[in-house]
């Protein structure tokens, strides 16, 4: 049936002609946009999350980052001070003091300095010289390390000496050209002890051991088994391969134990001898005149009596001289040397903090000298303050001693610190690892490393 013109159908209440589906599209559009609205909003949501996570963390990461920094810049104070103002007689004033101050805090974060020995953790910064420094081995010396391969010697002392002769286990340019990834070796003294991983027969397993930041520390993943790397036994104690026992880092020189300059016997006055060493005008003499002849060397003040040097000097009517005394010894060696050059030379071993094993490495000691040396270090409240106290160890003779002075010390000029700074907030650390070198005056960071 058609509807005439004009005319309208009639249509029941309540009932809409043609606009079903345009509703429903518009309610499905709706719902898309409060989809992609919630999409997008928990989007920024989480990304606004990630980023104050991020910042929180990144703050965090600062505060633990300057407590580590403060902890190095204390160490470096208390070393500056003690070495202008030492303490008279106390091998061990500037130990003690660096491990009581070893920990600190600051608003949100603290710090504290530690490292590893035979006996565990302990507070303060590791003397460098504390270990046998490689660039001053003998091949003898290098035998005696623990793990040290058959090879390992001669290899060694071929990457350090400048000549291009090779030894019979060792290694020179020609090998190391030859590899597949050749390279050069230093001929000159290793920067690092970590260089020691180059050198032919040489591993990081063997050289590193369980410390593989060489950070000397037992960290969570060097004593977790085989958790995670390194591989560790996880007994609580810290083995560092050859780095336990080896070190770059020691120099010799640096100022004397009075915090004044060492004082060049081969350039001073008698005068100057006099005054500063505390002898009288012969015996001074005597000193100058010993110094200025050829291959003179400060271990035959131990060796010889001052007036057997007075004849080697030709100075007449040596009878009239008085010999030195064991105090005017200790102090000729501890303030003076002789013809002492600019530069830097590998540093001795610190008879006072290495380890009771470490004299066992050395075939100038015999087992029995450095039993006896250890028990005399032992019943020393204030250490040994000058080499000349090595005297009273018993069977030590002043030729024993003379020829074991040249590798032997007193006094340190490097320390490594191992500096943790922790974000009381969020526990987050970070760690400073700092070689200080107070061999000039102020005290230099020779080395920084960040983790």
Request: overall charge negative; glycine content about 8%; charged content about 25%.
């Amino acid at each position: 049936m058609t509807t005439p013109r004009g005319c309208r159908p009639r249509v029941a209440a309540g009932v809409t002609i043609g606009r079903g589906p345009a509703r429903s599209f518009a309610t499905l559009l709706v719902l898309w946009v409060v989809a992609i609205a919630a999409v997008v909003l928990a989007s920024v949501s989480a990304s606004s999350a990630a980023q104050a996570s991020a910042g929180r963390e990144a703050l965090a990461r600062v505060r633990a980052f300057w407590a580590a920094r403060a902890a190095v810049e204390q160490a470096l104070a208390l070393i500056d001070f003690d070495t202008e103002n030492p303490v008279d007689g106390d091998a061990f004033a500037l130990i003690e003091d660096l491990a009581n101050h070893a920990r600190g805090e600051l608003r949100d974060a603290a710090w504290i300095i530690t490292h590893e020995t035979s006996s565990g953790e302990r507070l303060g910064v590791m003397d460098a010289h504390a270990k046998i420094n490689i660039n001053l081995a003998t091949a003898e010396q290098l035998a005696l390390i623990p793990d040290m391969s058959e090879d390992g010697p001669d290899s060694i002392l071929d990457w350090i000496d400048a000549d291009d002769d090779t030894r019979p286990l060792g290694a020179e340019s020609g090998y190391y050209l030859g590899r597949p990834f050749p390279y050069e070796p230093r001929n000159g003294p290793m920067r690092s002890i970590a260089e020691l991983e180059l050198v032919i027969g040489m591993s990081p397993e063997l050289v590193r051991g369980e410390d593989w930041n060489l950070n000397g520390r037992l960290d969570e993943n060097e004593d977790d088994g085989d958790v995670s790397w390194p591989p560790d036994n996880a007994d609580g104690r810290l083995d560092a391969g050859l780095s336990a026992y080896l070190t770059t880092a020691s120099v010799d020189g640096g100022l004397a134990a009075s915090g004044e300059a060492r004082l060049d016997l081969a350039t001073a006055t008698a005068s100057q001898v006099s005054q500063r060493i505390g002898v009288d005008a012969l015996q001074a003499d005597v000193i100058v005149a010993y110094a200025a002849t050829s291959n003179a060397q400060m271990s035959e003040f131990i060796r010889r009596t001052l007036r057997q040097l007075a004849q080697t000097a030709g100075i007449q009517n040596a009878a009239a001289i008085r010999n030195l005394t064991r105090e005017q010894q200790a102090v000729l060696f501890n303030e003076a040397g002789i013809a002492l050059t600019a530069g830097t030379k590998p540093g001795k071993l610190n008879i006072n903090t290495c380890e009771a094993e470490t004299l066992q490495y050395l075939p100038e000691i015999t087992p029995a000298l450095a039993d006896a040396i250890i028990l005399e270090r032992s019943s020393r409240p204030n250490g040994f303050s000058s080499i000349v106290d090595l005297l009273d160890v018993p069977a030590m003779t002043p030729q024993r001693l003379a020829r074991i002075a040249g590798i032997l010390d007193v006094r340190s000029n490097v320390f490594v610190a191992s500096c943790r700074g922790r974000d009381a907030r969020s526990g987050i650390e970070v760690e400073i690892i700092a070689t200080i070198d107070r061999s000039t005056v102020p005290a230099v960071l020779k080395e920084v490393r960040i983790r």
